[in-house]
């Protein structure tokens, strides 16, 4: 088995993780292998055992080896969709983060579209419409309009089939999730009914072009107001003058 260097730096425990991460990322240390001791990753790497042991606890708990009490640490047979959910966040977005996840779903969501018509079985078009109808009688509720906006995204992307399209998406929508109701009181509720009652009427009629072009032009529209918006609260209003 490859031996580790020793770690010369400062933050010894962080160091050890990602050290021992990258060897099983790499695949040096594959699937079902049984990892060095605790002891012998002491020697390779010129660490203490709290620093070996604290590491070890962080890989498990994030899903990469299991310790097993008594016969050592292995690692996990893990694949993508697992860890894609280590990546759902806890945090805020600011503007630009805002502005970078609309251009993301500008580039993929359009192209899910042809998927989407294809894959589209009646009760997927019933569970669309329940959506749409429901948006459509929340205007007045801005919070709930804008789940049930996001909701009907999120649909979309189930239907494409995808797992790793879901998962990715999923992680987005978590993402998206804290600035996606000031995004809906910023535009308004017309809108998201206009585009969702265009796309469902394309997918209907399984047409994947029109599907993807009505995709793209609701993503875009989305993208330039909130691009607009933002613009304007950046750039103070110059007062006038008043000359006598």
Not at 82 to 102: H, M
Not at 105 to 130: C, H
Not at 182 to 191: K, R, S, T, W
Request: proline share 3%; aromatic share 8%.
């Amino acid at each position: 088995m490859t031996r580790l260097g020793k770690i010369e730096t400062s933050q010894i425990k962080i160091q050890v993780y990602e050290k021992c991460k990258s060897m099983i990322v790499s695949g040096s240390w594959a699937p079902g292998d049984r990892l060095p001791s605790e002891s012998q990753l002491c020697e390779q790497l010129g660490v203490s055992r709290v620093s070996v042991r604290s590491a070890l606890q962080s890989l498990e708990a994030q899903g990469f080896i299991e310790i097993r009490r008594g016969e050592g640490s292995y690692v996990k047979h893990f694949n993508l969709s697992d860890q894609l959910d280590l990546l759902l966040p806890i945090f805020a977005l600011g503007k630009k983060d805002v502005l970078d996840v609309l251009k993301f779903r500008l580039i993929t969501e359009p192209s899910f579209m042809p998927y989407v018509v294809e894959n589209a079985t009646e009760k997927d078009l019933q569970d669309l419409e329940a959506i749409l109808e429901k948006m459509k009688s929340s205007t007045s509720n801005m919070r709930k309009h804008a789940q049930l906006d996001e909701q009907f995204h999120f649909k979309l992307t189930e239907i494409v089939n995808n797992s790793v399209v879901y998962k990715v998406y999923r992680v987005l929508f978590e993402i998206f999730n804290s600035a996606w109701n000031e995004v809906c009181n910023i535009l308004g509720p017309d809108a998201g009914i206009h585009y969702h009652a265009r796309l469902l009427q394309a997918i209907r009629n399984r047409n994947k072009q029109k599907a993807e072009e009505i995709m793209r032009e609701h993503v875009l529209w989305t993208f330039n107001q909130i691009k607009d918006y933002y613009d304007r609260q950046e750039t103070p209003e110059i007062p006038k003058v008043v000359l006598d």
